[in-house]
């Protein structure tokens, strides 16, 4: 029983620190040490490069180009760059359509997928500040705007923009509470990278990156890695439509986490900024907000293992094991629910499927990129 208790315990402890514990600390140094400012000029307006990604978009290129023409900035500075990661539909002949509006096309052939079409784009650009956005992200009037006055401070060198979902459901919760990690973290330090459907990169800091690398994490950190900082912009939205399932969420969970670890694990600079020695509270924030949460199913489990063998030991015992048991319940009944096509039909049964089923995409993630499976291309869930 000493050892049932002892992995409980620890299970239990790293659970709570990273679901509560680590937002604590960053909530005590925001309120109680220092608040990291610096200079912000809404009149500072250099010439921007907007990339879009986009692979088979023919149902939305349309829309996210005119969203992107009618973005409140000056238009003699602002650059629009679609490329199409070898689109087999419109996609190509759409955004070709608007090439009098000065919206240019670069078609990369061979499905290379988004990072390695991303440094081809950018070679074709000729902004100061590099931003790119999603093919479905589609941005409000002044979020170029809010993105590109943080650059007035030479310290910034990447800034995110806040990406929000137009149907609130499980992803919209959880999303929130990624938002407020990125918020605090922006003010104690850098978050820990950037949202992809919207983050800003200066020119003379954007290097190309291999093609196996998620390109929102990696380009961002090597802004920090090169000592300037990361910057979360709650002003600068952009909208989404979450994915129509729990399935098609978790689909995009695993590729992305799997990405991600790949990226941490096996290129060099990233695995730099784990030394607290040389990065300090950044490198606990890279154990915190990145390892941690997607090791977070392996501590559930074990916390559910080990209660179950001390359950009969006390009360205690027995009624954190009914909670355990009673949320994995509800996660039963939210998956029968949307199998019968009724996702929004009760929202704690959705949700705690879908909390459950993001920890163990991230734990099939995280074994992917672990074994250097990593996930080059990608097809849009819509």
């Not at 399932?245 to 096996?266: D, I, K």
Request: aromatic share 14%; charged share 20%; hydrophobic share 45%.
């Amino acid at each position: 029983m000493e050892v049932a208790e002892i992995t409980f315990w620890i299970a239990i402890g790293f659970s709570i620190y990273i679901q509560v514990g680590y937002l604590i600390i960053l909530k005590f140094l925001y309120f109680f040490k220092s608040r990291y400012l610096h200079k912000i000029d809404d009149n500072y307006t250099p010439k921007v490069s907007i990339i879009i990604a986009s692979y088979n978009e023919e149902n939305t290129i349309d829309q996210k180009i005119e969203n992107t023409i009618q973005i409140k900035y000056p238009r003699e500075k602002l650059e629009i760059i679609v490329f199409s990661d070898a689109s087999t539909d419109r996609t190509d002949e759409i955004v070709r359509s608007y090439e009098p509006q000065g919206v240019r096309l670069v078609r990369v052939e061979g499905r290379k997928g988004k990072t390695y079409c991303q440094n081809v784009a950018v070679q074709h650009t000729t902004g100061d500040i590099l931003i790119f956005t999603d093919a479905d992200a589609m941005l409000e009037p002044e979020a170029v705007r809010k993105l590109v006055r943080h650059f007035a401070d030479p310290s910034v060198g990447c800034v995110s923009g806040h990406m929000r979902y137009i149907d609130r459901g499980g992803e919209s919760w959880y999303q929130q509470y990624e938002t407020l990690l990125f918020r605090l973290e922006s003010l104690v330090s850098s978050p820990v990278g950037a949202f992809g459907p919207l983050y800003a990169i200066r020119r003379n800091l954007h290097v190309p990156i291999p093609a196996e690398m998620q390109e929102d994490l990696v380009r961002p950190l090597l802004v920090v890695y090169y000592g300037h900082r990361i910057v979360f912009e709650p002003e600068a939205v952009a909208w989404l439509c979450a994915a129509p399932t729990v399935e098609g969420e978790w689909r995009r969970r695993v590729r992305m986490v799997a990405r991600a670890v790949y990226s941490l694990l096996y290129y060099a600079p990233m695995r730099a900024l784990f030394n607290p020695f040389r990065y300090g509270f950044f490198a606990l924030q890279m154990w915190s907000h990145r390892m941690l949460r997607w090791l977070h199913g392996v501590f559930l489990a074990l916390m559910l293992a080990s209660n179950l063998v001390l359950v009969g030991e006390n009360m205690l015992y027995l009624a954190l094991g009914v909670m355990q048991l009673t949320g994995y319940t509800a996660a039963l009944v939210g998956y029968l629910i949307e199998k019968h096509g009724q996702r929004r039909a009760c929202f704690p049964f959705h949700f705690a499927y879908y909390y459950l089923s993001a920890q163990i995409a991230m734990l099939q993630g995280f074994w992917k990129g672990l074994r250097g499976s990593p996930f080059t291309t990608w097809k849009p869930i819509r």
